[in-house]
């Protein structure tokens, strides 16, 4: 007998739950290459103003409405504003509204889902009927009744605190457009995170770990924070992949409609709403944004969908 024979063979350390979920991520080609979009998306988002060849603001009347070129490579606009500097100032835009939008939403599914499934009886019937209200209610109309409830309340206000205080960021109506934005999109969005959260603890509060918690005595916030909610974190990760996706899309056309981030921010929805008016004849200033949005759209979609096989072992072979 050989001596390899006896001496036993080495034993492989464990592998971590979430090594083994990138290994698998890893291997999806559409979700690395969803995942590389992103990464230049966020990168164009931060580095924008030092990436713009041009003010996204500078007009010039000389300029108007150029096909692409070397000098404006995704042309120009009715003011002669350079559309490249426009559609990069506009990924900013676009990453900052999804960004806020959908971590305001998680927290608010999160904190209501976790109550709801952990406690049940007329709290989790209380949190149900106002997700199913919040959804039963189109999300064009509220953001709209939102819009024109609130925004002139707030202008009157900020005018109300220039002239108080003589402070030029008063005068900048472009923090009325995000908040609002901001509000009305996360009132809209929050549901499913809710929903998703109260499945998992629901799925999660009877288990010996949980149960055994809660005999030692810990307080009903360390077991939901240390024990439950961590545990539903996966599935959660997928919807917020996916929620990044629908926060993009929902800025662009509520900006499209008018009810989003108005000009002179640059937006894609309002500049693919300026594009439609004149597409037959420049037609540059409709694709570069609606383009750059699709793009953007599905490369949440590929990294959703690579996060949903690589989270969930039932789904490996």
């Known amino acids: 007998m050989t001596a390899s024979a006896v001496l036993p063979q080495a034993i492989e350390p464990p592998v971590s739950l979430w090594a083994d979920a990138w290994r698998r991520l890893a291997r999806n080609k559409l979700a690395m290459v969803g995942l590389a979009l992103i990464a230049v998306l966020l990168f164009v988002a ?5 990436l713009t060849p ?3 603001l500078s007009q010039n009347i000389d300029a108007r409405n150029l096909a692409p070129s070397l000098a404006h490579p995704l042309g120009t606009d009715d003011l002669g504003r350079d559309v490249l500097s426009r559609v990069i100032y506009g990924a900013r835009t676009a990453t900052l509204v ?21 406690f049940g009886g007329w709290l989790d019937a209380a949190v149900m009927w106002l997700t199913d209200v919040t959804m039963s209610i189109p999300n064009l109309l509220l953001v709209v009744v939102i819009n024109t409830s609130l925004k002139p309340r707030l202008a009157n206000w900020m005018e109300a605190q220039y002239l108080e205080t003589l402070n030029p960021i008063y005068r900048n109506s472009i923090w009325i457009d995000f908040i609002l934005v901001f509000g009305s999109m996360a009132l809209i969005t929050w549901p499913p995170y809710a929903r998703l959260v109260r499945a998992q603890v629901l799925s999660i509060r009877n288990r010996p770990y949980v149960t055994a918690a809660r005999a030692l005595g810990l307080p009903t916030w360390t077991i939901l924070t240390r024990y439950i909610v961590p545990n539903a974190v ?23 409609l008018g009810v989003g981030v108005n000009p002179p921010m640059p937006s894609w929805g309002n500049m693919i709403s300026d594009g439609l008016r004149v597409w037959q004849h420049y037609p540059h200033l409709l694709a570069a ?3 750059v949005l699709g ?3 599905v490369a949440f979609s590929f990294l959703g969908d690579g996060l949903n ?9």
């Open 234 to 256: 996966g599935p959660l990760i997928v919807a917020v992949s996916a929620g990044l996706g629908t926060a993009m899309v929902l800025e662009s056309a509520f900006s499209f």
């Open 46 to 50: 931060v580095f924008g103003p030092w």
């Open 98 to 118: 999804a960004i806020v939008v959908t971590v305001i939403a998680m927290v608010i599914g999160i904190v209501l889902g976790a109550l709801a499934g952990y």
């Open 54 to 56: 041009y003010d996204f």
């Open 295 to 297: 793009l953007a759209t």
């Open 289 to 291: 944004p609606a383009i």
């Open 309 to 317: 096989d690589a989270l969930n072992p039932r789904g490996t072979k």
